[in-house]
């Protein structure tokens, strides 16, 4: 109050006003009579000719809010006062707020507001979720990555708010989501319940006739007619901002509404129909519409169906899936037990072999190896399942000739059994695939330990160098780990059947000799003729007190890119389907800025300094060695390194770690963690096993879990 009589007092500050476009047009009154009405509640006396002169001389800000949810006549009719306002009153700053296929004819700058960023999703969570104490954690990291993509809306971002605020969890039906986002797009007049139901029918043939590309006015009209909708639904669409209009072009307003649209659509097809159409279903790059129809299919069939068809496309999708996929628990529990135990476990089989197939063929033999022992033969099964309470007791083992791939019985020894109790795990009854995938990525970190992954010429030759050093130094193998292949395999040959098996437990070493043989021959075939100590070939001494500052140099830079050479040779051999979606491999290749803080042994371990910047050639890939008596003064420059990625064209967001420091460790493999690695296989692994983490992070952990 005291602002506004500062104002009228001659302060020179233009009065705000605010002017809800749909209580002006109730009012039936003009648009500044309802000014002066708002005015003279607060300040009694006001006279239209004192606005008016207030108005003239120091202008004001009137902001009109919800042009779109007006009718027809009244935009028409405000359109005009609003021109003759700016025309009249000069100093007068006009904001109207509408959706974009609504905007007024008039002559005003347009600015479109953009999807929330991280900062603004931040700031939106910490009003919703303030319980009035200034402690604030946030939960939009632990979203999954489609429900996250989706809260770039304010309207989903609430609802999801609201929901964890009330459950203190995410919603596991996504369709709650899309229903509510649908409601609220289409209201406007008139809002009666058939008019809504005939909105929503109207929306949905729009967004299937708009697949491929966005159709003409004239085709939408059509396409009403062809559902028996009268063509005024278009302008209701227009009205509400469902639809837009691009010149002679109609589209769906959201994306991801038209996805969820369509695959309501094709959800209500019958079920013979879909199983002859899910197997070639078109699926779009970062689409939501796979995740939002096996949210939507109902049936087991129905989904077996859609499953195999997501193994095909990108693994983001399968995790998604799986995450709000449909509840078909209830005909589970009806089946009896023998049935219920033979589906479980023929799901149990499909969800660990399907997504291996389609993801990460190259993988199968070594995955399968850890699995059952045999590399080359059908996944198969033993086990039982109940309903009440829901568990499942299985072993998974290579299927005999001629029999069937599901047992069922009790597992028994030998082999790995292993039971799940799915009340307590958090799993669903029609969690098989889930409970697949899970064991799927469990094993896929187990071939990484055990370091059964293809590669290349320096991949290879670093496991057996590696392999080689722990069989000399456990076992006491008569071999030096300089000697030349052909006497390496002459010792090797009279144990082609044994396996170093030092249990499964601390990442105890287990790999065949017929692995060292195998690896010799792949060697062999390049030309490689004798196991490669290249440190040494350099100069370096592990157990020299000092070290000359250029046999630094060569060493490190030898190491930094041989370790480049072979964790890029295992991406390309065993991981090629899903190497766009790893952390390190995107980025390559790059030249590490090394410093090194050189001691002398007997004083301490040398400390490396190290941050990296992108090359554009493989051929620069290595590192680049200074010395220092104190180190790098500040942290090195990040944004840098990710324009000059964006420069080169390859992904500049998610980027991996990008400095720290480490201790120089010794290159003759004493004192490692993992007592058959090298340096190199060692720091690929690490790569690895961080692309691993990051590819499986969207692979939720149960039912109705994050």
Request: glycine letters at 6%.
């Amino acid at each position: 109050m005291l602002a506004m009589e500062q104002r009228l007092s001659g302060s020179g500050k233009p009065l705000p006003f605010d002017v809800p476009l749909p209580d002006l047009e109730q009012s039936s009154v003009s648009l500044v009579k309802f000014i002066e009405e708002r005015l003279s509640a607060h300040q009694p006396g006001v006279t239209a000719a004192s606005l008016s002169a207030q108005l003239r001389d120091t202008g004001a800000v009137v902001c009109c809010d919800s042009f779109d949810r007006t009718t027809v006549q009244f935009q028409k009719r405000v359109t005009a006062e609003i021109s003759n306002l700016q025309r009249d009153y000069p100093l007068v700053q006009v904001y109207i707020f509408s959706r974009a296929a609504l905007k007024p004819q008039l002559p005003l700058p347009v600015l479109e507001l953009d999807p929330l960023s991280d900062e603004q999703v931040r700031e939106f969570e910490k009003v919703v979720l303030s319980d009035g104490s200034a402690q604030n954690f946030s939960i939009v990291s632990m979203m999954s990555s489609i429900l996250r993509s989706l809260c770039a809306h304010p309207l989903l971002l609430r609802l999801t708010l609201n929901y964890w605020k009330r459950e203190q969890t995410f919603p596991n039906k996504i369709g709650f989501l899309f229903q509510s986002w649908l409601d609220t797009v289409l209201e406007t007049e008139p809002d009666d319940v058939v008019s809504k139901a005939q909105r929503e029918r109207a929306l949905i043939a729009m967004a299937q006739a708009t697949v491929v590309a966005p159709i003409t006015i004239t085709d939408a009209i059509a396409e009403l007619s062809r559902h028996t909708l009268p063509s005024v639904l278009l302008n209701e669409l227009i009205q509400c901002n469902a639809v837009r209009v691009s010149g002679s072009v109609v589209e769906i307003q959201h994306d991801g509404l038209a996805d969820y649209l369509r695959a309501v659509a094709l959800a209500r097809k019958s079920e013979p129909e879909l199983l002859g159409q899910i197997p070639t279903l078109p699926i779009p790059a970062d689409s939501f519409f796979p995740v939002l129809l096996m949210a939507q299919l109902p049936s087991r069939p129905l989904q077996t169906a859609l499953w195999k068809r997501l193994t095909s496309t990108n693994i983001s999708f399968y995790f998604d899936a799986l995450r709000y996929r449909f509840d078909v628990s209830d005909d589970l529990r009806h089946l009896n037990l023998e049935q219920l135990s033979r589906d479980y476990l023929q799901e149990l089989i499909q969800g660990v072999d399907e997504p291996l197939i389609g993801f990460f063929p190259e993988m199968r033999a070594s995955v399968l190896g850890l699995l059952t022992g045999v590399v080359d033969a059908p996944l198969a099964a033993t086990g039982q399942a109940t309903a009440i309470p829901a568990g499942i007791s299985y072993k998974l083992h290579a299927a005999e000739p001629g029999q069937a791939r599901v047992k069922l019985a009790m597992p028994e020894f030998p082999g790995t059994i292993r039971g799940v109790n799915l009340d307590l795990s958090r799993f669903r009854i029609d969690s098989a695939r889930l409970l697949g995938m899970t064991l799927l990525r469990d094993t896929m970190f187990d071939t990484l330990k055990h370091l059964e992954l293809l590669g290349g010429p320096t991949w290879i030759a670093e496991r057996l160098l590696g392999r080689v050093r722990y069989l000399v130094r456990k076992h006491r193998f008569d071999v030096g780990i300089s000697d030349d292949l052909d006497h390496l395999e002459s010792k090797l040959r009279p144990l082609a059947n044994y396996w170093i098996d030092e249990g499964s437990f601390f990442g105890r070493p287990r790999f065949s000799v017929q692995s060292l043989l195998d690896d010799i021959a792949l060697l062999r075939a390049v030309g490689v003729t004798a196991l490669d100590t290249w440190w040494s070939t350099v100069g370096w001494d592990d157990n020299a007190f000092t070290t000359d500052d250029e046999i630094y140099r060569r060493v490190l830079d030898e190491e930094h890119r041989r370790v480049q050479t072979a964790y890029a040779e295992v991406v390309r051999a065993s991981l090629p389907h899903v190497s766009s979606d790893l952390i390190y491999f995107p980025i390559l290749p790059i030249r590490w800025k090394l410093t090194v803080q050189k001691r002398d042994r007997r004083v301490g371990p040398s400390v490396i300094h190290f941050h990296w910047f992108p090359v554009q050639c493989w051929e620069d890939a290595g590192a680049d060695v200074s010395f220092s008596d104190s180190g790098p003064s500040g942290f090195p420059k990040w944004e840098e390194a990710r324009d000059a990625l964006a420069k080169l064209g390859r992904r500049s967001t998610n980027i991996p770690r990008f400095g720290g420091w480490r201790i120089q460790d010794r290159f003759d493999g004493l004192g490692f963690a993992l007592p058959i690695t090298t340096r190199v296989t060692s720091e690929a692994s690490s790569w690895l096993e961080d692309d691993l983490k990051h590819l499986f992070k969207g692979l939720p952990p149960g039912d109705g879990a994050f």
